[in-house]
């Protein structure tokens, strides 16, 4: 059984940066099909990015080409870089793992952390 815990989260000020990683435990494969969500509460959790099936990154249009996802394949781990960070990035932010489906697209996530927490300030 996979697991998977994120570290990295914290609080910064609007404008700043923080990297958050994932690191899996029984997860030996490809990181095809791993992916960053966030969810404030009692919201729905949403994607942010996730790595496709043929291993090409799918950002959400809100990122605005200010997150860079990353792995580390040597560390089981699976980063997250976000910069310019504004007060409605403020979540939960969980790392996920799904499966190929045989094409591009992704099956899951089947697998969560426990989430971190970001929180940005004025």
């Known amino acids: 059984q996979v697991q998977l815990r994120e570290s990295g989260g914290g609080s910064v000020q609007v404008g700043g940066s923080l990297r958050l990683s994932c690191t899996s435990f029984g997860y030996t494969y490809s990181m095809d099909c791993m992916s960053w969500f966030r969810q404030a509460p009692g919201k729905e959790r949403e994607r942010v990015v996730i790595i496709d099936g043929i291993g090409v990154p799918k950002y959400a249009d809100f990122v605005k080409g200010r997150f860079t996802i990353s792995k580390d394949k040597a560390k089981n781990t699976l980063y997250l870089q976000m910069t310019s960070l504004k007060p409605e990035a403020t979540d939960m932010y969980y790392c996920?793992?799904?499966?190929?489906?045989?094409?591009?697209?992704?099956?899951?996530?089947?697998?969560w952390g426990q989430g971190t927490q970001v929180t940005v300030s004025s």
């Open positions: 996920g793992a799904g499966s190929p489906t045989g094409d591009s697209n992704c099956s899951g996530p089947d697998y």
